[in-house]
Structure formats: structure tokens, C-alpha cells
């Protein structure tokens, strides 16, 4: 897959509903955000499995996979303290190359920030390292932002501020808060992973790649510990397999492209989440 190529993980709320504690919690988070940068993602989506969650839901989830995704820098000024980040010492580094800082003729710097609120006229409120309290900034035409995403920040003053919102980080991952059907239109091949769906082979791995080069990427969704995509989607197991093996279309339709599983030679029972990210992904990205 290529560099412009886009990849979008989708994982559920409920990603960590077997942790024993939170600091174990953080830890397996840790692992989703480093496949997220080792295979180069542009989104991380977390969406809703709120029957799945037990102790650590979607808030949580999505702070510390925030969290991990914010330059170490800047982790302080957008994110401040809060419960949900008390264990995060334990993430392991991402090594992305974050880009922010002074422009080479030093008369504006560039950060970042983390848009708390989507406000009417378009703008949004955004933590950065401006101030202690949220600024208000205009979105530029034709861009569009979500709650809890980074955008990067040209600064042309800090007292008094004075400052524009020009996109979004080149580099990096964003962590977004939407339904999976909403995470399926966008552009890629979708695929839901899953023990039940299409056993993954060598020639087969070469058409999907080519499918996905067509589509402009992946759209990768995952399930949670003990329980996968089919639970979640109310999709009987025994019928997923059956429609898989007859070559027919699975109903009803989430929205997939296909059913991947891709360990299917695998010998332990249950394949955690953070492993399948990099199975997967590792195959998926492969090049010719």
C-alpha cells in the first residue's frame, strides 16, 4: 500500500472490557495506538459497542488512544489531567515524526490542537499551548472537524493570540468518535475480521491488495475479547460461515466488502485484539 493510500482501524468501545485494572487497560490500548502508527493509519475509529463495555468504556478508550496519538509535547496543554490518564506512563512511544514548531523565516510557529467542542458558523473550541482555557477558531472552507480531533495551528502571535487553524496533522493518526456504519462510507475496501469469515491465502491476499489500491485503501474493523464483529452485529456465527463458503452475500448487511480471517491457521483459542491489528495489517500492507 502506498503512502497516499488512506487506512482507517475501526476497534470497539468495548476493546478492553476484560482488562483486570486500568493500568492493564492502557497497556493493550498502547499496542492498538503503536499498529495504528506502525502501519501508518489516518484514522482510528472508536465506535459504539456499549453493551460489550463493562468498566472502561468508550470515554476511556478514547482518551488514552487520544492521548497516545498527541504529540508528547503537547500532551499537557490539550489533554490536562484527568482519571482516565493516570496510568498512561505505561504507553509505549510511538516514534512518529511529529512536525510542529517555528515556520524557517521565525516569523509564525505551528502546534497544534485538540477540538473540544463544534460550534455553529464554523468554529470550534480547541485546547492548545496558547492558554490555559480553550480558544475559539474558524475552520478553514471545506474542511471539516470533529470532536476530540487534532488540527494543526499557525501562530502568528501569542500575545494577544492571534491565530488560524490550517488542516489537519499530516502525519500521525486521528482518533474519531462515530458508528461503524459511518466509518464504512468512507473510501477503502471494507473489510470486518473475523474466525468465521473467508480464510485469508496467498493468491487471495494479492487480489485484495489490488482491490484495495482501486478503492484508495482499507477500512479495517476488529472485535473485542470474547466478543467479535458477528455478536456485536447480531449476525449468527453459523450463518456468517455458510454465506462465506457459498460465495453469497451476507445478511443482513452491515456494509463489508468481506470477511477476512486472517490467522486462519491460528493455534490458540482466542486471538487477542491488539494481535489481530498486527496480523492483519501486517499482510494487508504487504507490497509487490
Partial sequence: MDEADGLTICVPSSLVREAEDKREATRKL??????????RACRLVVFPDREGERRWGGEFVRAVLGYAATPPELRKDLWGERDALR??????????PWRTGSSPDG????????VTEVGPEGRVRVNSPLGEHPISLL???????????????RVSSREPVRARITGKPEVGFQVVDTGLAAALDDDGLAIATSRHGEELSVPRLAEIVTDAREANG???????????????????????????????????????????????????GVVRTEEALFATLGSLTLTE
Fill in 30 to 39: 498502547g499496542y492498538v495506538a503503536r499498529a495504528a502508527a506502525v502501519f
Fill in 87 to 96: 496510568y498512561v506512563g505505561v504507553l509505549p512511544p510511538l516514534r512518529v
Fill in 107 to 114: 516569523d509564525e510557529s505551528t502546534t497544534q490542537g485538540l
Fill in 139 to 153: 475552520v478553514p472552507s471545506g474542511m471539516e472537524v470533529e470532536q476530540g480531533e487534532r488540527v494543526t495551528i
Fill in 218 to 268: 482499507y477500512v479495517v474493523a476488529f472485535g473485542a475479547p470474547g466478543r467479535g464483529l458477528p455478536d456485536m452485529l447480531g449476525l449468527p456465527p453459523e450463518d456468517l460461515s455458510a454465506a462465506v463458503a457459498d460465495g453469497r452475500p451476507v445478511e443482513p448487511d452491515p456494509g463489508f466488502d468481506l470477511w477476512l480471517n486472517t490467522i486462519p491457521a491460528q493455534g490458540s
